[in-house]
């Protein structure tokens, strides 16, 4: 069955860095748009990137554009996102998630999911 793996969660303070991995299995990955949602508590699951199948295209959201990039390794079946100048409002259980459809921003798209990873980013 399908199975996608999260890591590299962890305590940072303001400003640093992270790098998440996302391990697939059970599904030919370079066929699947990767996404990386989060979710805070008492808020909604939200959107941060997606790239597509061959990783020749990205897109992000907003709030994170200009300090998270995703990237693949289709030899290696994961997905990662890089994250610097972490803020507070990054915290957030974060998840990958992969998809063979359109729509790439919006969760319901994905059909399968990881069971996340926690990043918190201290003040």
């Known amino acids: 069955q399908v199975q996608l793996v999260e890591s590299g969660g962890a305590l940072v303070q303001a400003g640093g860095s992270l790098r998440l991995s996302c391990a697939a299995s059970?599904?030919?990955?370079?066929?699947?748009?990767m996404g990386w949602f989060r979710q805070a508590p008492g808020k909604e699951r939200e959107f941060v990137a997606a790239?597509?199948?061959?990783?020749?295209?990205?897109n992000y959201a907003d709030s994170v554009k200009g300090r998270f990039t995703i990237s693949r390794d289709n030899a290696k079946n994961t997905v990662y996102l890089q994250m610097t100048s972490l803020k507070p409002e990054d915290t957030a259980v974060y998840y990958c998630?992969?998809?063979?459809?359109?729509?790439?921003?919006?969760?319901?798209?994905?059909?399968?999911w990881g069971q996340g990873t926690q990043v918190t980013v201290s003040s």
């Open positions: 998630a992969a998809t063979n459809g359109g729509g790439r921003t919006f969760a319901a798209m994905y059909g399968y």
């Open positions: 059970g599904l030919t990955f370079s066929t699947y748009a």
């Open positions: 790239i597509i199948g061959s990783g020749g295209y990205t």
